[in-house]
Nanobody, 123 residues
């Protein structure tokens, strides 16, 4: 079992930055691929970014490329999402996900999910 807890959300002005964290429990954190998804009000959940177990592979949604950076620190059992140049359309609940399969994380089929953290970007 893997438990995921997101933190770092909040209110920020357009153009600002936030860093989200996802703390994972369990000894096998380093063997799991992980990712970030988001769901805006009235919209379906969408993929944001993913990172392989080694950190050697990353994927990003086109909408966040060049602005967001995903990373992980296995020593701390934590994954991060650095979000820069935030836009009002980035407003959403952000969820982290984990799975032994990197493709499963990317397509939204991860086995483990956190409860989310709210990011609000004001214009």
């Amino acid at each position: 079992q893997v438990q995921l807890v997101e933190s770092g959300g909040g209110l920020v002005q357009a153009g600002g930055s936030l860093r989200l964290s996802c703390a994972a429990s369990g000894r096998t954190f380093s063997s799991y691929a992980m990712g970030w998804f988001r769901q805006a009000p009235g919209k379906e959940r969408e993929f944001v970014a993913a990172i392989s177990w080694s950190g050697g592979s990353t994927s990003y949604a086109d909408s966040v490329k060049g602005r967001f950076t995903i990373s992980r620190d296995s020593a701390k059992n934590t994954m991060y999402l650095q979000m820069n140049s935030l836009k009002p359309e980035d407003t959403a609940v952000y969820y982290c996900a984990a799975d032994s399969s990197y493709p499963a994380v990317v397509r939204g089929g991860a086995n483990y999910w956190g409860k989310g953290t709210l990011v609000t970007v004001s214009s």
